[in-house]
């Protein structure tokens, strides 16, 4: 018998709920300003997946001498679907009143299965999708085709994210400060032997007025093959090593030091776009996957690419041989 379930039946999982991700908060002051958060994410290079979806249910802060708060002006439970909020894509959760101070540390929570339980109804899946079945609906969990997507470790020690630059955020006294978490999927997703999908604690924090963009064109000289898909893969100067692409072991993603990725679409006036990205200089890689997926191998795009916080650093593909 099919099963769906509405993305909006979520508040009831309450043994589902789990912490996507954590920073602390210090020096608050007795005052009050907002923070306006987003999410986004990097591709996620697997053919098979249609859509990666969340929901989550509340946003929390802690404060080094208060413990955890909860965020009571995030209207939850929201689903979203992360693979829609790629190229600099992003989703705006909330505009949230906290004490002013600095920040470290913030969690999300999620509705999703731990691993720990055999609970089906998840808020979190991986739709595999069938468009031709007139069963399926987009967005909504379907048993037939789409899979749970688990967190094994968060229920216990929460999902963290790495805060770019200063490892803190302010908020500012009767201001507003604006910040991204990046999934980046590509890393985050672990696809198991025995079919299991894991997400894994892989997040990043970006302040969006310390952040700029990387992105460009190919010009008529770089030749693609039909029905292959192609990656451009951004990395802070020097990082890159000849493991990066190698096969990875299981649990383990190809090109896993690179800072954030994406998909190079042909025929559209921004062809690749690297998003929030801290200011300083990247090296970029490209990468070939086949019509079924398996990758074709790596090549240098350019080096020392610099990035100013609040601009979009323009960097056309030339004479790329694949």
């Not at 609970?119 to 899946?125: E, R």
């Not at 899979?147 to 630059?165: D, M, R, T």
């Not at 200089?281 to 086949?290: C, I, N, S």
């Amino acid at each position: 018998m099919q099963r769906k379930r509405k993305r909006t039946i979520m508040i009831g999982l309450t043994a589902a709920v789990i912490a996507l991700f954590a920073f602390s908060a210090c020096d608050t002051s007795s005052g009050y300003g907002v923070m306006k958060v987003s999410i986004t994410d990097s591709p996620l290079t697997d053919e098979d997946v249609q859509g990666v979806y969340i929901t989550i249910e509340e946003i929390q802060y802690h404060t080094t001498n208060g413990g955890w708060e909860i965020l009571h002006d995030y209207e939850g439970p929201q689903t979203f679907d992360l693979l829609a909020l790629t190229r600099g894509e992003s989703r705006m959760l909330g505009e949230l009143t906290l004490p002013s101070g600095n920040y470290t540390q913030i969690r999300f929570m999620l509705g999703a299965p731990d691993g720990s339980s055999s609970l089906s109804d998840s808020g979190s899946w991986i739709a595999k999708g069938n468009s031709d079945d007139a069963n399926y609906i987009e967005g909504e969990f379907n048993a037939d085709y789409d899979v749970e997507l688990f967190v094994p470790s968060g229920a216990q020690s929460g999902y963290k994210a790495i805060v770019a630059n200063n490892g803190y955020f302010s908020v500012p006294l009767n201001g507003t400060v604006e910040i991204t978490a990046d999934f980046d999927l590509r890393r985050a997703v672990v696809v198991l032997g025995n079919g299991d999908y894991n997400l894994k604690p892989v997040l990043r924090l970006m302040v969006n007025d310390q952040a700029g963009v990387i992105s460009g064109n190919i010009e008529g000289s770089t030749a693609l093959a039909d029905g292959s898909t192609y990656e451009v893969y951004a990395y802070e100067s020097g990082t890159y090593g000849a493991t990066e692409s190698e096969e990875p072991a299981e649990g383990d993603t190809r090109f896993p030091l690179a800072v954030t990725s994406s998909e190079l679409k042909a025929g559209e006036a921004a062809d690749y776009v690297l998003a929030f990205l801290a200011e300083g200089t990247y090296d970029l890689y490209g990468a070939e996957y086949d019509t079924e997926g398996v990758f074709q191998g790596a090549t240098s795009l350019g080096v020392n690419v610099e990035v100013t916080a609040g601009d979009t650093t323009t960097y056309d593909l030339e004479n790329v041989t694949w």
